[in-house]
């Protein structure tokens, strides 16, 4: 009836009502949480299919909300990016990545390379060359020892990515496309890009072993890769005939569950760098 109807339009509205203070409550936490440090990095290792030796970490952010627990980057990496305080944020992550693996060089482990995530927001920013120059400068890291990760969305606008990438580049800074095939980067320009390292979504290494399309999506990334002088690296590996079937693929690093989720730095230090030197 019409006015049953109108009850489910009225529980329909106060539904979305509730999703919208809700999401307007999480903003609200999100823009306190810097200053209340209640963000964290985890670090998950990427490892040389060839060597076996982990040779790099990325590092991902965390949100443990006082009330709500631990809030995950897909929920609020969305928010930040809608609200704009993903360029803060993202900055913090930068800072706090780089310091950390500066001082585990210092602490005399051998020198990995630390991935970081940037947002879209943060890539059309401005300031982020000088933001990257100066968190390298105050962390005292080289260059080399960074690599930023970017989606394949963001290099759409052809002349504008290619312009910040050179720059970025042109400190020393590395580069990867992550989340790789899941964009729509046209072949046509990848290869003029500045770019070091595609990274192989993970929805496609997932299935490699059950998927025949996707084993093939695999090897003809990798092999492209090899062609245009790229590094590339699988998500997602979750077993050893995932890994088995990279390596033999000569994919030259991977990420995923089978070496580790990513964890605290100091389970990060205890697993993967105290032992490595012995
Ligand atoms: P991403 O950059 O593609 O990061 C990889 C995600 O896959 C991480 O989720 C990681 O925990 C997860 N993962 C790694 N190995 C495996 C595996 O073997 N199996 C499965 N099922 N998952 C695996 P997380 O940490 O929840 O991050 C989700 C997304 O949030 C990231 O995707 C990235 O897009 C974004 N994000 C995280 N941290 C940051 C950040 O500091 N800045 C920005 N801009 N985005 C971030
Ligand atoms: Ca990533
Ligand atoms: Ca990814
Ligand atoms: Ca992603």
């Keep these: 009836s019409a006015k049953e109807q109108g009850i489910e339009l009225n529980r329909y509205a106060h539904a979305m009502q509730m999703k919208a203070q809700e999401r307007l409550q999480l903003e609200n936490d999100l823009r306190k949480a810097l200053a209340r440090g ?3 990095l985890v670090y998950q290792p990427q490892v040389n299919l060839q060597s076996g030796l982990v040779v790099g970490m990325e590092a991902l952010v965390r949100w443990q909300h006082p ?3 631990s809030v995950s980057p897909a929920e609020f990496i969305p928010l930040a990016e809608e609200s704009g305080l993903i360029v803060p944020l993202g900055e913090w992550v930068l800072r706090e990545a780089c310091a950390q693996n500066k ?4 602490a005399g482990y051998r020198k990995l390379c630390v991935s970081v995530n940037l947002s879209m927001r943060q890539f059309r920013h401005s300031h982020l060359l000088d933001s990257i120059n100066n968190i390298l400068k ?8 960074l690599e930023l990760e970017i989606t394949e969305s963001m290099t759409f606008d052809k002349d ?3 312009e910040q990438l050179r720059k970025i580049k042109e400190i020393g800074v590395h580069i990867s496309i992550d989340d790789f095939g899941t964009g729509y980067s046209s072949l046509h320009y990848l290869k003029d890009l500045p770019i070091d390292r595609l990274k192989i979504d993970r929805s496609f290494v997932n299935e490699i072993m059950e998927d025949s399309n ?3 999506i695999v090897s003809t990334i990798t092999s492209m890769a090899h062609h245009l002088q790229l590094k590339v690296t699988a998500e997602g590996v979750e077993n050893e005939d995932q890994m088995l079937f990279l390596r033999n693929q000569h994919c ?4 995923g569950y089978f070496f580790s989720k990513p964890i605290e730095a100091a ?3 205890k697993k993967f760098l105290r032992d490595i030197d012995t």
Excluded: D, I, K, S
Aim: net charge negative.
């Design 214 to 216: 996707n084993a093939a």
């Design 38 to 40: 209640q963000f964290y």
């Design 160 to 162: 504008r990515a290619f």
């Design 67 to 69: 009330q709500r627990g």
């Design 267 to 269: 389970v990060f230090e």
């Design 252 to 255: 030259h690093e991977a990420q």
């Design 138 to 145: 105050e962390t005292g890291l080289e260059p080399a020892w």
């Design 103 to 106: 001082r585990w060089q210092e």
